[in-house]
């Protein structure tokens, strides 16, 4: 079993930046892959971003270049940059992870940018 628990979120301006963590309880060198998926009210969760452990990274084309997921190691934290944020980027975060064939869940953290 593997637990994620997510921070950072809040109340952002448009045009704003905000840092979202994401604790795991196991090494991330024992992790295949981790990444960050949103909900928004009344839509169904979408992917963000997704690292892959041997390096290979994918964006959703509406934050490429405005958010950055990264990872520190010695900590097995997860981080998502979001930079320029929109009000569209409004919803619950959630990072997963990918352990052999399980998928795990954190239990969110909501992001609410202001217009």
């Known amino acids: 079993q593997v637990q994620l628990v997510e921070s950072g979120g809040g109340l952002v301006q448009a045009g704003g930046s905000l840092r979202l963590s994401c604790a795991a309880s196991?090494?991330?060198?024992?992790?295949?892959?981790m990444g960050w998926f949103r909900q928004a009210p009344g839509n169904q969760r979408e992917l963000v971003t997704f690292?892959?452990?041997?390096?290979?990274?994918v964006y959703a084309a509406s934050v490429k270049g405005r958010f950055t997921i990264s990872t520190d190691n010695t900590t097995n934290t997860l981080f998502l940059q979001m930079g320029s944020l929109k009000p569209e980027a409004t919803a619950v975060y959630y990072c997963t992870a990918v352990v052999r064939t399980s998928v795990y869940w954190g239990q969110g953290t909501q992001v609410t940018v202001s217009s």
């Open positions: 196991i090494s991330i060198g024992s992790i295949n892959g």
């Open positions: 690292l892959a452990s041997g390096g290979d990274t």
